[in-house]
C-alpha cells in the first residue's frame, strides 16, 4: 500500500542509557548517521543531555540518579509511535517476565511493540512472547558502575520493523 509508505520512513536510532555524566566520544561516533538518540535514564549532568541534543534529536527518560533539573527535563516513562512502531521507554523497567512493578502494569495496558529501559547496566535483547514486544536495554555507556563493558546499540526502524541491530563494546576505562 502506497499510503504506508508516504507515512512511514526509515529512521535509524542510537539506544543508550547510564552515561552517570560521561559521554564517550567513541558513542557519538557510533550515532554519528542516526536520525534520533534514545537515552533510557541515568543521564548524571544536564551537560550531558545538551551535547546529545547539540548532535541529535533526542529522547530521553530520567533515572534514580538524576536530578532536578533533568528530572524537569524529561519524564520518567514516554509513550511515543516511532514509525509505525509503539514504543514505551523508562529508565528502570525489568525483562520479560521480570518487570519492574511500577512498569508492569503499564507496559501490560499498553502494549508496546518495543520496550526501552536501562538501569541494570547489563546489555539484554529479548523478544517478549506473551507482550509480542521486543525488549531492549542497552547496558551501561558510562564509566561509573559494576558493568565490565560499556555498551550501547543502535538500529533501523523502517515501515514498523524494527532490523539492522548494531551492537557498540568499549572497555570500561577510559
Sequence with gaps: MWFIDFLYKMKRIGLLSDTHCWLDPKVKDFFKDCDEVWHCGDIGDLAVAEELESSFNLRAVYGN????????????TLIFNCEGVKTMMTHIGGYPKHYDSRIKDTLYRERPQLFVCGHSHILKVMYDETLSCLHMNPGAAGIHGFHQVRTAIRFVIEKGNIKDLEILELEKKR
Design 65 to 76: 540518579i538524576d536530578g532536578g533539573v533533568l528530572r524537569r527535563m524529561f519524564s520518567e
